[in-house]
């Protein structure tokens, strides 16, 4: 794991020393080992370093080589995804222009195939995923070893197979569920039913999930290990009442974690839960002793021998650091505590969770841009909730819905959504990323485990935690204090498109200079990281109707005091700004920071910026050009903040 962790996050000269730091720390450690000992580690971090380097000059460099080639794609449906408006998306295993072997990702309309169909792009362009500022599409897609992605520029020839009749039949029944799901309950909780049961996180609101996340229990909405474990635990109860011996058993719960498991798409989360109950069911059949450490370590070699690019998957980080939490840390933790009186079983119970939430939290912040501060206690409180009305629902899907037994799930998931929605409006209850914190976060992290690897002792790692916790809250006060007493200029969007946030002191003002229909997500994910929760204007000037709406529903949790609605505006207060004929002009202690369509030319003794298309024959003298522009250092420029001093120095920070 560390040496698959190592070649895939950092570069060689940062690899050299952390991979000395740690074999260093480990030979502190490990004072009783012999040379056996120290050869196995280096061997298993030498295997973990060469397999994926392996794996990524045999198998990602030759298909990434594709990107920005035209050629044809022919290859199975493994994945269906639907879209609003008719659209769908397809992933497809098949071979690039009948030759190279390759898993690629189809955008397209709704075309109706299924799993196991043959779709043909005779024509297409293929193009590499790219981490953007609202979503990591690369990250992703190379953890489900998706390389590529086809822009279609003809039609798309459909061959009907009539296989993979199992994988069809369970996409169609959870369809039909999710639809009875959805109008039993509400949209609400019809839709957070789905995520509990299916894993299906595109059924549940934006805001909803959200408010959830920050209540830390956001996790509820995958299939992972508490999913696998509760309904497996529960099926097992019923076949030990038939008094079926334990080969029979195993095989049929494993019948049932499989389908369990398809079900849901096939969650990492859920197949490091299949394989570690594997583990421990075995075990029982073995007379053998089950470790939930060497279980957990079994699960991410098997996973990664598939597939090393799991490294890079947030729900495999997640499981895998919650599982170490709940299962390897917190029994380590809470090794000499009674339980012999309810108040102490609480007490444990509040341990349990946080030693889980240490190991969650600085990984949520890195993927989520903010993490919740009670995940304790809600974990405490609404997971038994959801725990009851996730078997529930397993009951209802299981018998086919012929009994009414969902609408006793209202009940659990009603006072759920409203505690999460009410703590979500709270900012003392969550923590947003901002500028580096996630990296000084995990920075921490690294220290802790080097505290524990030399000393070993639980009173000094409690410590050091509860140091390293109040030294983050230090940091993020002096970042929250930097930010706000600076001029902040940040320019959001894609390509030409542009949306500007100006911040200074407790103001915050939206200027949505393009009328961009993701615009507003874009302005809701910069809000979110730097724990912005109100906007004094929201200023919108072009395609304002439509704007506006989604603005609305995209910045539910943020308190918007003034919309407008103009082609023209003037804000004046501690700094100036002007919007008049498609030119943003701010002005700060004489210090001018214009913002033009490409089209304006440049005027200005301050710093320019350029978005929109630049005309050939248009030839600035100096600026920031968000369209790529030959030449010019400063182009192809999007996301990024410009801090304005009062000394006319203007520092550039990408996002």
């Excluded at 935690?465 to 230090?474: D, L, M």
């Excluded at 501690?574 to 369509?597: H, M, Q, R, S």
Aim: net charge positive; glycine share 6%.
């Amino acid at each position: 794991m560390s040496g698959l962790f190592f070649a895939s996050f950092f570069n060689r000269n940062i690899f050299l020393f952390i991979s000395f730091a740690a074999i260093t720390l480990l030979i502190l450690r490990l004072k009783n080992a012999v040379l056996r000992d120290f050869a196995v580690i280096s061997v298993s971090f030498a295997v973990g370093v060469g397999y994926f380097n392996l794996y990524t000059s045999l198998t990602y460099d030759k298909i990434i080589s594709f990107n920005g080639t035209t050629g044809s794609f022919s290859g199975e449906v493994t994945d269906i995804k639907y879209y609003n408006g008719g659209f769908a998306s397809y992933t497809l295993k098949g071979k690039i222009n009948n030759d190279i072997s390759a898993k690629a990702n189809l955008y397209t309309n709704d075309i109706g195939a299924k799993y196991g169909d043959i779709l043909t792009v005779p024509e297409c362009e293929f193009s590499a995923f790219e981490n953007t500022y609202i979503f990591n599409s690369e990250d992703y897609y190379k953890s489900e070893n998706i390389f590529l992605s086809l822009n279609n520029k003809g039609n798309v020839e459909l061959q009907r197979r009539n296989s993979r009749k199992l994988k069809n039949f369970l996409a169609e029944y959870r369809e039909n569920m999710t639809d009875k799901f959805k109008i039993i309950l509400g949209e609400d909780c019809g839709g957070f039913m789905v995520g509990m049961v299916f894993g299906e996180k595109q059924a549940v609101d934006g805001n909803l999930k959200t408010a959830l996340y920050r209540s830390g229990i956001g996790h509820i909405l995958s299939v992972s290990g508490l999913h696998v474990s509760v309904i497996t635990a529960f099926i097992m109860l019923i076949l030990r009442r038939t008094g079926l011996n334990r080969f029979l058993s195993f095989i049929i719960i494993n019948i049932f974690m499989t389908l369990l498991v398809i079900t849901a798409n096939s969650p990492v989360s859920a197949v490091r839960a299949m394989i570690m109950l594997d583990f421990m069911y075995s075990a029982r059949i073995f007379y053998r002793q089950n470790d939930t450490f060497n279980s957990l370590a079994w699960a991410a070699i098997i996973i990664c021998t598939f597939n090393p690019y799991s490294i890079y998957s947030s729900g495999f980080m997640l499981s895998f650091a919650g599982t170490f939490g709940i299962g390897v840390f917190a029994p380590y933790m809470t090794k000499n505590m009674k339980t012999d009186t309810a108040f102490r079983k609480l007490k444990f119970s509040f341990v349990t969770a946080l030693c889980t939430s240490v190991f969650v939290f600085p990984l949520s912040m890195y993927y989520f841009d903010e993490t919740s501060l009670i995940s304790p206690i809600s974990n405490i409180v609404s997971v038994p909730l959801c725990t009851v009305s996730m078997l529930i629902g397993v009951i209802y899907v299981l018998t086919g819905g012929i009994f009414p037994i969902i609408y006793g799930a209202y009940i659990f998931i009603k006072p759920v959504i409203y505690i999460s929605k009410k703590t979500a409006d709270m900012s003392i209850f969550h923590i947003s990323k901002g500028g580096y914190s996630a990296y000084v976060l995990l920075s921490l992290c690294a220290v802790c485990m080097a505290v524990y690897m030399i000393f070993g002792r639980r009173k000094i790692l409690t410590a050091v935690i509860a140091v390293s916790f109040a030294v983050f809250s230090v940091y993020s006060t002096v970042c929250s204090l930097y930010r706000h007493n600076n001029l902040i200029i940040s320019v959001l969007g894609k390509g030409t498109d542009a949306t500007v946030i100006i911040s200074f002191k407790n103001s915050t003002n939206i200027i949505d200079l393009s009328g961009y229909y993701r615009s507003p997500e874009y302005a809701a994910k910069y809000l979110d990281t730097n724990g912005i929760d109100s906007v004094d204007n929201l200023i919108l000037t072009k395609n304002i109707n439509s704007q506006y709406s989604a603005y609305l529903s995209e910045l539910e949790y943020h308190k918007i005091k003034n919309f407008v609605r103009t082609e023209n505006f003037s804000l004046d207060g501690n700094f100036k700004a002007d919007f008049e004929n498609g030119i943003l002009t701010v002005d700060f202690d004489n210090n001018k920071i214009k913002i033009y369509p490409a089209k304006s030319g440049t005027n200005s003794n301050g710093l320019d910026v350029f978005y929109g298309n630049i005309p050939k024959n248009s030839k600035p003298d100096s600026g920031i050009f968000l369209d790529e522009y030959e030449n010019y250092q400063l182009s192809g420029m999007n996301n990024f903040e410009i801090f304005v001093y009062s000394d006319g120095v203007y520092r550039i920070r990408r996002l």
